[in-house]
């Protein structure tokens, strides 16, 4: 890793140092790209938070996607995980099999849409690894974010009594296309951190109806969510009824957006704005007591499961 | 990441989950599997280090290799890396892409790979993310590594004058299968660090004469090889002449093993007890100025490419 060493079988493919050189940050990096490893900068006050996600094609994208999207959601997807912690994205690790029939002009866009997003937030590249293989292309990135010592949102803090946001609109995101080109919730992120102090947080990434089971275990709380409250997305179609239209809102995944608890105080200022930084942020539900995720919907409560909605109506 | 929700489209398959429980470490984490993103234990006076690297079926191991040798050799290459730094290796993120085609017995053999070499090094898993595909197996595994703030050996300080040293025997590793159950030479960088100070180090991947590249280019040095003492392999065929055998020793990569320089000081030490914690370590050479790697076989030098050795005899 962090070693050119290891794309040897291709010279021509020193993909990690081509990478690092259309960037000028060496952003939190005691030590780049080069060596064995990285190393991390430590920053009195700060700690780090690290995650992994792995983009294969023909699963995550279509074969066909425009590649600088397919290398901007791979780095993208991360970021949103830094985010959903109230962290900073810092710095990442690209590790790259590609197929040995791609061409070298089709690596680079893939690698272009990963430097622009990389640079849009100052996140250095600390090392990476690159290997060819007779199948599809796959992407790991690793990232690396800061926050301040301690204040990091866990999935675990959402106390009976919070109110339930998310941030943004939700549903018919794979159709539209918008689960590659979504913007990472960063900024939001630290402007809520720093002044609404969510008790619990995630990005949505299967879907509201299953992302909120995780809240719940972790917890151990119940929910229910207000039907007539969920943002439902425009690339949802408007020609459907609106139930239809509900359960994409909460079960077709790769929003990433945050889904998040504060406590009523907050609640209220955030209500009242609707909105962070200019995007939208709406009230779905409220944090009760027990294990169960329930849907209220025209006076009426319903579970709601993680593969969607228990149509209670038919 | 750190999401078992990744692997929802398989819940059988929370294979995260399932290898941390085989484990009780949770060493260097503040916080682990189960949220968005894994959080890095701080404690003052040490730093992190980090690497990646991607194993794929077909190119670094083959489809009928036992599966615990291929989880075993995706964590080690990475333990390896932080060996190279000097570093005590401490977590992991696993990121696996996983045949749809592969039995769940054939994957749990994988992860008993990666669990029992983690559990020998006391490493935890701090997250990870799993897909299915229609490919090969493909295994990414960050690695991360605390040393004593500033004091990781790079690959850029050696000096004219300085001896350089390799752990171990070279040669025929991928043919022999020493490559799957090499042992990372974590111990004995962690004593050349406290004893030795090495000036710069890395493991040897790619053979002695393609990475020693990588010392001199970052170090701004050249080195002469004594062809004499280059310790081969009892894996190396030994029906062949030697001139063949050093080749082999010199080119065959995969060795896994500490290539070194150290003082002249601390370099007589080390020829006089020869081991490292019974690692046998052997001076194959010196740091000289200029910027060529050359061997020196019967009283005559010749350049050393990273291919190989130019033979200067026939």
Do not use: Y
Request: hydrophobic residues 40%.
């Amino acid at each position: 890793m962090s070693d050119s060493s290891k794309s040897s079988n291709r010279p021509e493919f020193d993909l990690i140092d081509w990478i690092a050189q259309q960037l000028t940050s060496s952003h939190g990096l005691q030590l780049g790209i080069g060596d064995d490893a990285a190393i991390l900068s430590q920053e009195r006050g700060w700690e780090w938070v690290t995650a992994v996600d792995c983009l294969v094609g023909g699963t995550h994208f279509l074969n066909d996607t425009p590649l600088e999207l397919v290398g901007r959601k791979s780095l993208a997807v991360n970021l949103s995980d830094v985010a959903a912690m109230g962290a900073v994205p810092v710095s990442a690790l690209i590790g790259l099999v590609i197929p040995k029939s791609m061409k070298r002009s089709d690596v680079e866009r893939l690698c272009m849409g990963i430097i622009e997003l990389a640079k849009t937030w100052n996140v250095s590249i600390a090392g990476g690894d690159t290997n060819s293989c007779d199948g599809p292309l796959m992407i790991s990135v690793t990232v690396f974010g800061r926050v301040e010592t301690g204040t990091a949102v866990l999935r675990s803090g959402a106390q009976v009594g919070d109110a339930l946001f998310v941030t943004g609109r939700l549903g018919g995101s794979l159709k539209s296309g918008r689960h590659l080109s979504f913007s990472p919730r960063i900024s939001e992120a630290r402007e809520l951190l720093a002044n609404s102090r969510p008790t619990a947080m995630l990005d949505l990434s299967d879907g509201l109806a299953g992302d909120l089971l995780h809240v719940s275990r972790r917890s151990g709380v119940g929910f229910v969510i207000e039907a007539e409250r969920v943002p439902i997305h425009d690339d949802v179609d408007h020609s459907l009824p609106f139930e239809k239209r509900l359960a994409h809102a909460l079960t077709d995944g790769e929003d990433f957006e945050l889904l998040f608890t504060v406590n009523s105080e907050a609640a209220e200022k955030l209500e009242r704005s609707g909105e962070l930084l200019g995007t939208p942020v709406t009230r779905v539900g409220s944090c009760v007591p027990g294990s169960q995720i329930q849907i209220q919907l025209g006076g009426e409560l319903s579970p709601l499961s993680p593969g969607g909605w228990v149509h209670h109506l038919d």
